[in-house]
């Protein structure tokens, strides 16, 4: 029974001895979101997790909305495996902030700078 007295007594001393990031958030998650979408190459959204809609801004050109404020996260876009007809040529993704907090722009290009339509996926990180 003592050591069980003096494990729970350090855990609690470990506890509020953390620093305040790595502790929980109110709510009790980890203080982070983690989202995704999948835009098809006009523009819609096909699914994802926080992803709430996409639109085609012009040739190459997107912007992907998410259910929370993704300024401060990290994201990143890549071409999608998902459909055996999507184009894998050596196109770049590129991502960019939003013009509003809960929104990323994704741009689509080939090796000499020209704007086309492709299918992407991309992943969220927010650590907050």
């Not at 050591?3 to 203080?31: C, H, N, W, Y």
């Not at 992907?64 to 990143?76: H, I, K, Q, T």
């Not at 993704?93 to 990323?104: E, R």
Request: glycine share 8%.
């Amino acid at each position: 029974m003592r050591s069980k007295s003096f494990f729970a007594l350090a855990l609690a001393t470990a506890f509020v001895a953390a620093p305040a990031a790595t502790r929980a958030a109110p709510d009790q998650t980890l203080g982070m979101a983690l989202m995704s979408a999948l835009v098809n190459s006009n523009g819609t959204l096909l699914g994802g997790a926080g992803a709430t809609s996409s639109n085609q801004h012009s040739t190459g050109r997107y912007r992907v909305f998410f259910n929370r404020s993704v300024l401060g996260c990290g994201y990143v876009a890549t071409r999608s495996h998902f459909f055996p007809n999507a184009h894998m040529d050596p196109a770049t993704i590129s991502t960019a902030p939003g013009d509003s907090a809960s929104s990323v722009w994704v741009v689509v290009q080939e090796a000499d700078g020209t704007y086309v339509d492709r299918i992407f996926g991309m992943i969220v990180f927010c650590v907050e």
